[in-house]
């Protein structure tokens, strides 16, 4: 099945106008020359509709707290202050962005999105300007806020506890998967501690459904189809500019 875009440039309200802008300067044609490809049309297919949040000054303060509890859930746990700094660092840019939308469910944070304003394409395609840096990074798209929703619709029906939420974060954050791990063994026995405690809580707070600890990790498997960037750029870009926000991240877990 094809899931690409069948939206064609052709589908521009007025393609006569955007091909007499775009090459207004053609005496340099390396340096000025608007490219079309890298610009979000007004594409109606979730895969290639941006978006944004619709109420940013207060879903993005609700995020912004959300991110800070769980940075510092890693903080707290004695375990993960055990293994070497490399080894953080990269099981915190593995699972940062998961452990978030794991905060996000259990916070219910929920939001809304509009179409990205069309506005800002026109000024860049008026101002004949290069590639922005906004515009190398990847835009929220509706597909991938869908996928995100999903997600979260799917753990509010489970109804975690706050144990289930606890030691299904075990589970996120110590990944014997992450590649180039010193302490790859030791992390792989804290996550199985975790996969049995969260087990065990379930199996305590639900002693008449067998089936809830496979669920409860199907679900959790629709963590890694999201990805980073979509958190990032939808959650937090409107507050952090132009920093990198793993950087940020890293500064917030290894302040002592």
């Given at each position: 099945?094809?899931?690409g875009?069948?939206?064609?440039?052709?589908s521009?309200?007025?393609?006569?106008?955007?091909?007499?802008?775009?090459?207004?300067?053609n005496s340099?044609?390396?340096?000025?020359?608007?490219?079309?490809?890298?610009?979000?049309?007004?594409?109606?297919?979730?895969?290639?509709?941006?978006?944004?949040?619709?109420?940013?000054?207060?879903?993005c303060?609700?995020?912004?707290?959300?991110?800070?509890?769980?940075?510092?859930?890693?903080?707290?746990?004695?375990?993960?202050?055990q293994?070497?700094?490399?080894?953080?660092?990269?099981?915190?840019?593995?699972?940062?962005?998961?452990?978030?939308?794991?905060?996000?469910?259990?916070?219910?944070?929920?939001?809304?999105?509009?179409?990205?304003?069309?506005?800002?394409?026109?000024?860049?395609?008026?101002?004949?300007?290069?590639?922005?840096?906004?515009?190398?990074?990847?835009?929220?798209?509706?597909?991938?806020?869908?996928?995100?929703?999903?997600?979260?619709?799917?753990?509010?029906?489970?109804?975690?506890?706050?144990?289930?939420?606890?030691?299904?974060?075990?589970?996120?954050i110590?990944?014997?998967?992450?590649?180039?791990?010193?302490a790859?063994?030791?992390?792989?026995?804290?996550?199985?501690?975790?996969?049995?405690?969260?087990?065990?809580?379930?199996?305590?707070?639900?002693?008449?459904?067998?089936?809830?600890?496979?669920?409860?990790?199907?679900?959790?498997?629709?963590?890694?189809?999201?990805?980073?960037?979509?958190?990032?750029?939808?959650?937090?870009?409107?507050?952090?500019?132009?920093?990198?926000?793993?950087?940020?991240?890293?500064?917030?877990?290894?302040?002592?």
């Amino acid at each position: 099945m094809d899931n690409g875009c069948h939206c064609s440039a052709e589908s521009l309200s007025n393609p006569i106008l955007f091909k007499i802008l775009s090459q207004m300067d053609n005496s340099k044609p390396n340096q000025n020359s608007f490219n079309y490809n890298s610009v979000p049309h007004r594409c109606n297919c979730e895969l290639r509709r941006t978006v944004c949040l619709k109420r940013p000054s207060e879903i993005c303060k609700e995020a912004s707290a959300v991110l800070v509890k769980t940075i510092q859930f890693m903080k707290n746990l004695p375990a993960f202050n055990q293994m070497p700094p490399n080894d953080q660092f990269s099981l915190l840019k593995s699972c940062w962005a998961p452990l978030f939308i794991l905060g996000l469910a259990q916070e219910h944070v929920d939001f809304e999105v509009m179409d990205t304003p069309a506005d800002s394409m026109l000024k860049k395609i008026l101002l004949n300007r290069q590639e922005s840096s906004e515009m190398e990074r990847d835009q929220p798209t509706m597909a991938g806020v869908s996928k995100l929703k999903s997600c979260l619709k799917k753990f509010w029906s489970l109804d975690l506890s706050p144990k289930e939420y606890a030691y299904l974060k075990g589970t996120t954050i110590f990944n014997p998967d992450v590649p180039d791990l010193k302490a790859a063994l030791f992390v792989e026995g804290l996550q199985q501690e975790a996969q049995h405690a969260l087990r065990d809580v379930v199996q305590l707070l639900h002693p008449g459904d067998q089936e809830r600890f496979a669920r409860v990790l199907l679900t959790a498997s629709m963590l890694q189809s999201i990805t980073p960037s979509l958190i990032s750029e939808l959650f937090f870009r409107p507050v952090i500019g132009q920093a990198d926000l793993l950087e940020l991240l890293v500064d917030m877990l290894f302040c002592r």
